[in-house]
T-cell receptor
């Protein structure tokens, strides 16, 4: 079936480093993508989103890149902090008419001091 | 706190019992979603309401599951005759546009 997946289940970085979390999607018709952060015992928290007509979008310390040619999405976190430790999910809306998000399996980011 | 709230946060029940969860969305959001999340996995869509109308149901939503949103505000999710495989985190989300905002979830454990 069509799904959003993440390349690495875990990523360990040092505090202050930049982190890059990757995601591959299979549906070329997907129109909208969101990155969520989920801390243990909590619901997913919105980080940043991007539409398919954009290649890049920046937020506070985060940047999302979209490469539609290879159907790849990435989340870059600058100057990673211990508070960034969490599971990160990318999610897609597969078409404009649908509204349910399709999530990948997630990448666990561990930040050590 | 004006975010999505869910109650209870934890529920332990015996197999065969019925359980009901409640979700209170962000007040101006007209869309409400239910997802299920098992350990190590991303959330999986269950069902979606726009105002009081249930517009979409996943095939994951067996006939033991029912969801309501009677006045277009809060929603309930009921699971009848619970099975051990129902053990999961049940997440509620609401939206006005495309971005869905999630609640803290209800963790269900079926013994």
């Amino acid at each position: 079936g069509e799904s959003v997946g993440l390349h690495l289940p875990t990523l360990s970085v040092q505090e202050g480093d930049n982190s890059i979390i990757n995601c591959a999607y299979s549906n070329s018709a997907s129109d909208y993508f969101i990155w969520y952060k989920q801390e243990s015992g909590k619901g997913p928290q919105f980080i940043i989103d991007i539409r398919s007509n954009m290649d890049k979008r920046q937020g506070q310390r985060v940047t999302v890149l979209l490469n539609k040619t290879v159907k790849h999405l990435s989340l870059q976190i600058a100057a990673t902090q211990p508070g960034d430790s969490a599971v990160y999910f990318c999610a897609e809306i597969p078409n404009q008419a649908g509204t349910a998000l399709i999530f990948g399996k997630g990448t666990t980011l561990s930040v050590s001091s | 706190d004006t975010g999505v709230s869910q109650n209870p946060r934890h529920k332990i029940t015996k197999r065969g019992q019925n359980v009901t969860f409640r979700c209170d969305p962000i007040s101006e959001h007209n869309r409400l979603y239910w997802y299920r999340q098992t350990l190590g996995q991303g959330p999986e869509f269950l069902t979606y309401f726009q105002n009081e109308a249930q517009l979409e149901k996943s095939r994951l939503l067996s006939d033991r599951f029912s969801a309501e949103r009677p006045k277009g505000s809060f929603s309930t999710l009921e699971i009848q005759r619970t099975e051990q495989g129902d053990s999961a985190m049940y997440l509620c989300a609401s939206s006005f546009g495309l971005v869905e905002f999630f609640g803290p979830g209800t963790r269900l454990t079926v013994l």
